[in-house]
Structure formats: C-alpha cells, structure tokens
C-alpha cells in the first residue's frame, strides 16, 4: 500500500479520551445468551449449541473492564504496571479507533449524510446509503481497535484455548467498540496472573481480527478505506487498510554479535554484507523509499551457500551487528527475526500463516529489517518432492510470492537472506528469486588459516606469531579485489565447456551483443538459467556500479547522512556512483552462472548416489536371498 499518508492529530484522539475512559469504567451492553449457552466442544473453543431456536432475545450485561483487570491480584489495591499498561492501552485504542472513524467518515459521504440526517431523517435511498456507511464506519473503528491491541500488547506467553471471539455490533462506531470492550472483558475473567492476562489480551486481538476479516465481504463503502495509510507516531501505530500488521513490537536484540575482523575468508560474502548493512540505512522513513532502490542496486533478497561450518551463522551475526549498531547511531527500531524448522506446523494452513507473520514482521516499513531463513532446504520443499510434508510446501508457496509475486513491494528497509548446506534441494523457482549468490566457503588460504586459528585460540599463551602479517590477507578491498578477479572466467567444468566453446567462435567479448550471445549458449547448457537468472545478474552489476564505499563518517553521526532528507541522501549516493564495464558484466555472469551449474552437479550427483546405493543393495539382498535358498530357509 503506498498511497498518502494520513496522520491523526493528538488533538483528534484527545477529543475521544472521555469517552473511552467511560467505556472501561462502565458500560451496558446487549448480548446473545445463545452464544454462552452448549457443552464445550474439547480442544476447539468451541460450544456445541442447539439447533432449537430461542428467539432473538439479547439480554444486557454490566462490563467493568478496570474492575476485571483489577481482580487478577485482588490483595493489592494498586495496579500492577502490566494491569495498568493493558487499561492504559485500551482506553488509547479506543479514543484511536473513534479517531479512525472520524476519518473514515470525513473521507466518505457519511460526515454530510449525518449532517442532513441530524436536521430531518433521511429517507429511501438516502437513508439505506447512510445506514451502509454507517456499519461499515462501525466496522472499522472495530478493526482499528484490534489492530491497536496486537501491535501495543507485549506478550510472550502461550496462547490459551478458550477464548472466543466478541458478539460483535456494527450499528455505529460507538457500539462496534462497546462489543470488543464487553469481549476483551470476558477474555479476561479469570486471568491466573498479569502475564496471563497479557496473553488473553493479545490473542482475543487476534481472534478478533480474524473475525473481522471473516466478515469484511458483507460490508459496502469500505472502498475508501482499503487504500488508507495512517500512522499514529506517537504509539508507532500503523494502519494500511485492512492489512494486518506485524502484532509483534520491536524489542532488544539479543545474540552474540560479530564485528568483520572476526569473519576469515568469504571475501566477497562479507564485503557485500558490509555494503548491505550501509545501503539498509540509507532508507528514509518519511519517503518510506531507500534512494538505492530508485538508483539500483539494492538486495532485497539472497542466498548464501558453503558447506558446514564454513561460516554462515557468522555471516548472519556480523550482518545483525552492523545493522544493530547503525540504528542505535540514528535510533531506528530494528527488527531482526529468523525463520527456522520450529515453525512448521502440523496443523494445515498454521505453517503458511507462521511464515507470512515472519515476511510481515520483517517487511514493517516503520522499521529497518533483516530476516533470515536458516537450512531454508529443511524449512521449505520443492514443490516436486511427494516426500515433503504439507506445511513445507505452504511456506515455499508464501516465500515465493513474498520475494517476487505481484505484489510484491521492495521499499529499501529489509532484506531477506537464506543460507543453506545444500541449495540444490531448495526449489528452483525460490532459489531464483534470490537476487545474489554468496558462496560461503569459509578459509582457504594458508594465511587465512593462520588467521582463524590465531583468533580463535585466543591470547592465553605466549607462543610466537611467527613470520606472517596478522591478518593482511583479510583486508577487505584488496581481498575483494582478487576475489571478483577470479571469476574472470568460470569455475564448473560445464560453465568452462561453455564459456570456452564461446571465446573460440567470437573471440574475448566486447558488445552487448557478444554478452547475450553468452547468455544464450548458457541457458542452452543450463535450462534453469531463465530471464529471472538475466535480472538477477544486472542487479549485481548494477550493484557493482553502485560499488561505492559509503564513508564510516556518514554513519557515526545520525545527522550526517541517516537523517538527512531523502533528496539529499540520493544526491549524495550518485555522487559517488560510477559506470560498470566488461569485466563487471563477464565477472557478475560467471558467479551467478557458477552457482546454476554448481546447485545442478550438486543435484546430479545426489541423484546419482541413490541411485547407485540402491543398486548396491539390491545385490546385496539378491546374494542374502540366494545364501538362504541354498540353506533351505527361504520360504517366499
């Protein structure tokens, strides 16, 4: 959603106070007996309800939110601070979510048919019109308060089994947020403590907004709010229509951070993590764009490789650190989650919802965000293997869309890495979608294995160095440099059949011509190269034109360059950018192509394996067959 951007007036959200403070004081409300009434159904919240209809008799009931809340420690007279944070919270979101409404009126006809309707009541069409408006005015002040109460609420705790959604009403806005008070109420009668208490609160917000979503197609007029971008800055509360929004508030992270001199080998891994974590911070929150976007050469997805223990979860650590740190400087929120094998679900559907909370999480464009998915070829399936289980294929399916569907939006504040021991199990249309290929291959080099040992063995001795420049060899451009030089030409034997066959017909490449010619005899070697390979490849180049080296400076002092205007931090960037050549373009295919044929051997040789092994073993038994017929004893 990328339209203008609302903001709410404290002013606006002030008028409401009085308000929702009576509404967590006291308030009357109708309610269904029959929605009480049934034997509990085990383990799914729900009640078993007669099919003997009683009449549409609604009886009403007394909510005292602030007394309900106060009775979880019913030996102290004062509000715990997590007692009186959830009422605090719930007073604000509903003053917020009548503010909501009021834009949603002043945005539709409602404001001026309840202007006419207030001078004489409305008739025929007129009155079906304002009665339409007004239920959906009702259902998004309800939305807004549900959406308040998941962002604000911080819980952790387990999730309890019992608690049902509200008798919603959605006669006005006033009555919309009475219903969710009376249900938040009733979630949290008989609250063990104020860590239950908190868990109740959020998941009735969840359960809330589901229902919300579950009804959202019998309500007209919502057009105008679908599009809707509003942002309460001083709750960091954000509101794209009816998107649901991370439920999780930013908090410390906590992990065991790496600075760069602490990562040997991985050249070129480690030098463009270094860029990443620079470019992140040049995103701008009020544009809600990063000028490397508009400029090229942005990664907003990749996927590192190498074998066990070759260095990827310090790849992750340092990215994490760096990225942590930049923020503090410009106290950005900063959100770092990984997706792992915990998450998949046995239950249909939970698996898919698990992984589109973790894109949402991370995607949040009020803050910067790294995401990771670790041994991603445990974690999501190809969509070939019979052998995967149902939830692996849900998250292949929401990561697919989620890095390139249509609708996806790269606005410049996240990235999302996949690191994997063996990438050729990981789909191929989901390995395409990462825009760069990071070989993680740990050490390599005499010296650098005189580096990592030397780090790793600490200074509890007094054993001489010996005659080598301590870690000269990780000095990053000079290492860099080798490193892309490398890829002058390729390295798997099926890239080098290519590359050579071309080199022989056309001679060293010059054009643009001669480029696509390349190409094309790849993809004839290697059908996976597709045109999703091709954009990937001149997003590399391009980020290798925009290979520029942000200075330290920009990043010790927040004014410097992160909260400098969009405008400005654009111009600043192409002030350093220069064009690509050839030995960009040749050095950019032949990594990414690398990889392909790499991934495929690698495939290849899996499949050829099993196929020998089963073989292996079929003789085997054939001759254990053979020795037990000889013996008598084969009775088949």
Known sequence: MDTGLTTISEAAIEKHRATAQSFITRIVVLEDPAREQGTALAGTGRRFVSTVSTGSVRKTREVELVRTVASVRPDDQLLSIPQHTLLYRARRGIAIALAVADIFAEGSDLESLQARNARAPLEGDEASHFKKLL??????????????????????GEAPNDIAEPDLLFDTPQDAVKSLVAGLDRALSGAKDDADLLARAKSFARITIDGLLARKGRFDGLGTFENAHIRIDADDFILDGFDVAPGKRAKPLVMTFKKPEEVVGNHIAKYQSIKLAKMLMAYDFDRE???FVELGGFLFTFIGDGAPGTGKTTLIQMIAGLVNDYCK???????????????????????GQNCRQFINNVLNPRAIGFGTIDDIDQVAAKRSDDRASAGQQEITGVLMDAFAGAGTVVRGNCSFGMFSNYPENVDDALRQRAGARWLVDGPQTRDDY???FVLLAGKNHKIPLGDHELYAAQEIQRAVT??????AKPREDGLVRVFERFTKENGTPKTMEDVGTYLHMIKEAEPRFTGRAIKNVTDAIKMRAMDIELPDEWFEKPEAFMHKAYDEKKAMIEELRGPFDMDMVMQEINRYADSEFRYADKSD???VDKLLRDARLRERAAREMAELQKKGLWNA
């Open 135 to 156: 239920s959906a005015s009702a259902y998004v002040s309800a939305f807004a308060l549900a959406s308040y109460l998941t962002q604000s609420i911080d819980s952790d």
């Open 289 to 291: 764009l990063n000028p």
């Open 329 to 351: 400087v410009a106290g950005y929120p900063f959100a770092y989650e990984n997706f792992g094998v915990d998450q998949i679900s046995s239950y249909q559907g939970k698996s």
């Open 450 to 452: 005189i580096d990592i």
């Open 482 to 487: 080798e490193a892309y030089g490398e890829h």
């Open 605 to 607: 040789d899996a499949a």
